[in-house]
């Protein structure tokens, strides 16, 4: 990060301020449901509001169509729940970047905060238009990247701007970047990495990174079932990718060869069908019914987990054990939170997503140390990947 700017080293006093937040917040019957988000960015807000900036923030919300407004994907209600967490006005565009915002933007005065539309309600955003690069930077004078979570993405709003404007990180952003660089450059050990998640083939880039620098790679989810073929295990109708069995057994001798060690199931939680109202049965990990699926690991590899786990000084995890969203089959995922959340001697690090999910479904986010808001970022960071956001500020 020595090579970006922080938002402290901007002169912001009595000027707009667009600020990339990242207000891709859940909304039910209007009103947000997760404020997580929302509250992760107010450090910069707030920061810039005693600073005197007027302050503009732009986010996207949802999948919009681009076809324009969309009440359904409206950022109305993240504005109106950060009006509730902030002691300065809030205004809201009733357009992106079109004449509302920037009379809006031009009435805007110190100390005061305006939202624009869904940035997606615009086509060129993600296209990274330049002709909406320069109507989005022609409302302000500084730009601030904040939005952790979009920073893999190329669009307007996270690189586009950043070349128009003078830049600078946010300290969410810089913040991420920074903890999670650094749990990869030097990790406290021993490292332990947790993941899970649906298939191989989303994370075979983050498990290959992760071979080369922890010291045990815990495997769960759907995807485990690919690993276990690759022992030679049949996995009844469980989720698997045949086409990635060689890629898996593969990442299993490079571990080996390594000195990592990689843990699969011993057991897991098998059920005759993808629902809550399923038949389960708990079997040995080369015992699965060729009948049924298995959604969650099992009580013995719980077990084995959470041992590997208490042993870490550093613990990465991101992805679930299992189909945690169903009451059924959140057990694993509920334990192995809860090793995470036992293990007060290390430095406990959530990778964003489902696992973010999950620590707050089981109350457990204030006894980690670090909860990533970027799932797709962080993993494209873990990786090894330039994110093209924080790339941008350079």
């Known amino acids: 990060m020595a090579d970006i700017k922080s938002v402290e080293a901007a002169d912001v006093r009595g000027k707009r301020v667009l600020v990339r937040v990242d207000f891709n917040v859940p909304v039910k019957e209007g009103a947000v449901t997760d404020d997580t988000r929302i509250r992760a960015a107010l450090p910069t807000i707030t920061y810039l509001l005693e600073h005197g900036a007027k302050v503009i923030l732009m986010s996207h919300r949802g999948r919009p169509s681009g076809k324009g407004f969309e009440e359904e994907f409206s950022i109305k209600p993240a504005a109106e729940r950060l009006a509730q967490l902030v002691d300065a006005p ?7 970047a079109g004449e ?19 940035l997606r309600f615009d086509p060129r955003e993600k296209k990274n238009d330049p002709s909406f690069c320069e109507e989005l930077a022609s409302l302000a004078e500084v730009y601030v990247n904040d939005a952790f979570g979009t920073a893999h993405r190329a669009h307007a709003s996270t690189t586009g701007v950043a070349h128009l404007l003078p830049a600078y990180a946010g300290f969410l952003l810089a913040g991420e970047v920074q903890t999670l660089s650094g749990m990869l450059a030097e990790p406290k050990r021993p490292f332990v990495a947790i993941l899970g998640g649906s298939k191989v083939s989303d994370k075979v880039g983050v498990i290959d990174a992760l071979i080369d620098k922890a010291d045990t790679i815990i495997i769960g989810g759907g995807m485990c079932f690919t690993f276990l073929m690759a022992k030679g295990f049949e996995v009844g109708t469980s989720l698997k990718e045949e086409d990635w069995v060689e890629r898996a057994r593969a990442m299993m001798e490079k571990a080996q060869a390594a000195g990592c060690e990689l843990l699969l199931p011993v057991d897991v939680v098998a059920a005759d069908k993808f629902a809550e109202d399923a038949n389960t049965v708990t079997c040995a990990a080369d015992a699965i019914p060729a009948d049924m699926m298995g959604l969650d690991i099992g009580p013995e590899t719980e077990k084995l987990y959470a041992n ?3 042993g870490g000084t550093t613990v990465f995890w991101n992805g679930p054990m299992g189909v945690f969203e169903m009451k059924a089959f959140e057990h694993g995922t509920r334990a192995v939170c809860e090793a995470v959340a036992a293990n007060e001697e290390a430095a406990t690090i959530i990778g964003g997503g489902d696992s ?3 620590v707050n479904k089981f109350d457990m986010a204030d006894r980690m140390t670090f909860i990533s808001t970027g799932g797709g970022a962080s993993m494209e960071l873990v990786e090894g990947k330039a994110l093209s956001g924080v790339e941008a500020l350079k």
């Open 308 to 310: 590997a786990i208490a």
């Open 100 to 118: 509302n915002a920037h009379e809006m933007a031009d009435k805007l005065q110190p100390g005061e905060i305006l939202v624009l539309e869904n």
């Open 90 to 96: 809030v205004a809201v565009a009733s357009d992106v």
């Open 356 to 358: 973010v999910a999950a």
